[in-house]
T-cell receptor, first 119, second 113 residues
Framework: AQKVTQAQTEISVVEKEDVTLDCVYE???????LFWYKQPPSGELVFLIR??????QNEISGRYSWNFQKSTSSFNFTITASQVVDSAVYFC????????????????FGTGTRLTIIP | NAGVTQTPKFQVLKTGQSMTLQCAQD?????MSWYRQDPGMGLRLIHY???????DQGEVPNGYNVSRSTTEDFPLRLLSAAPSQTSVYFC????????????FGPGTRLTVT
């Protein structure tokens, strides 16, 4: 069975501070995908990034960066110079193959981290 | 291209009533799924489908039925609503192949009294 743990339930930082959201996952599969989604106060789910288990390169996209470490089963997300618009609930998720001919059948989500950026 | 659409956006039911949450996608995606979101629980998979005529159970399937007669539609049926089914429901679709991104609908907020 798969499991995703986001131990930080809520985080508050002052605007322009950097903040890191932690994600630890568990799976016995060797092929898997990790995701981060953002859920702003409006409620929709916004895809941020996907990373497969064979690619441990860190990724940077503007103020966002992701650190994937298989050795510690972690996929952490850092926001640099946070802004009020970053206030949202962030979900980390994991998917593995459920059938041999398909990929990404089932997403297992963490419980989310509510991030509040204080102006 | 509307993406993933869900209707209704809000619904209030009385215990024991039945209803169907609608989900449609116009991206010709093979894979569709239903999740429920509850406070402190994240999103949990209810049912999913890897193609027309093929469905399977997720983590929390009890009390819900699904069918997939077309590629575009994946309705979720509550046969006898219970207060424990009060939640926000999200439908999602994906191609089932790279890049494996799931596209989510806007959600349906269901309250069962």
């Amino acid at each position: 069975a798969q499991k995703v743990t986001q131990a930080q339930t809520e985080i508050s930082v002052v605007e322009k501070e950097d903040v890191t959201l932690d994600c630890v996952y568990e799976t016995r599969d060797t092929t898997y995908y990790l995701f981060w989604y953002k859920q702003p106060p409006s409620g929709e789910l916004v895809f941020l990034i996907r990373r497969n288990s064979f690619d441990e390169q860190n990724e940077i996209s503007g103020r966002y960066s992701w650190n994937f470490q298989k050795s510690t089963s972690s996929f952490n997300f850092t926001i640099t110079a946070s802004q009020v618009v970053d206030s949202a609930v962030y979900f980390c998720a994991l998917s593995v193959r459920a059938r041999s001919n398909f990929g990404n059948e089932k997403l297992t989500f963490g419980t989310g981290t509510r991030l509040t950026i204080i102006p | 291209n509307a993406g993933v659409t869900q209707t209704p956006k809000f619904q209030v039911l009385k215990t024991g009533q039945s209803m169907t949450l609608q989900c449609a996608q116009d991206m010709n995606h093979e894979y569709m799924s239903w999740y429920r979101q509850d406070p402190g629980m994240g999103l949990r998979l209810i049912h999913y489908s890897v193609g027309a005529g093929i469905t399977d159970q997720g983590e929390v399937p009890n009390g819900y039925n699904v069918s997939r007669s077309t590629t575009e539609d994946f309705p979720l049926r509550l046969l006898s609503a219970a207060p424990s089914q009060t939640s926000v429901y999200f439908c999602a679709s994906s191609t089932g192949s790279l890049p494996y991104e799931q596209y989510f609908g806007p959600g349906t907020r269901l309250t069962v009294t």
